[in-house]
């Protein structure tokens, strides 16, 4: 089995933060790119978990390069409705995917739920940090400006971001035992 999570680097690294991509494509035609490079993609396994996009629009990265007030840890609309939309595209495509893929199970899971639900309502979670990640400032590092330099919260568990793009362990926990009822339900049937 393999589980399928792309497109949250692409909005963030290269549709939002370069202009080049929206200089080529507006937001929709860019989901539709990603979702032709994905077909391309999905056609060489068998079983496939496919997950849709997160909550883009309340990573702290997103936050900061929109130049908002992370205390305030206002999450950016028209970010998240751009990933609403295009998990909704990817389901479509799903189905018509499934119809031509004879002997292949896709299963589509919705990580945006259960991520935006833990920004909401942290304390649910036992969250206490929503606005920023736990590396440095945790406003705008993430891989490889985060290193043994870079200074870790004390108390990791209590933030629902690792860096400023990558959710922490506790979230990914959570996140996968909400959804393995419902992939092993989707794919058996």
Known sequence: MVVIS???NDFTLNYY?????RGQFNISEYQDFLQKAFQIYVRDVSQRIVAGLPQIGCLPIQITAA???PNK???LGDQNTDAQVYNQKLQNLLTQLQGSLPGTRLAYVDVYEPLIDMVNNPQKYGF????RGCCGTGLSESSILYNQITPTCVADSQFVFWD???PCEAVYQRT???LESKIVSQLSQ
């Open 6 to 8: 792309a497109g949250a």
């Open 17 to 21: 933060a370069l202009p080049t991509r």
């Open 67 to 69: 130049f908002k007030n």
């Open 73 to 75: 840890h206002k999450c």
């Open 128 to 131: 206490t940090v929503t606005d």
């Open 164 to 166: 400023s793009l990558h």
């Open 176 to 178: 996968a035992k909400h």
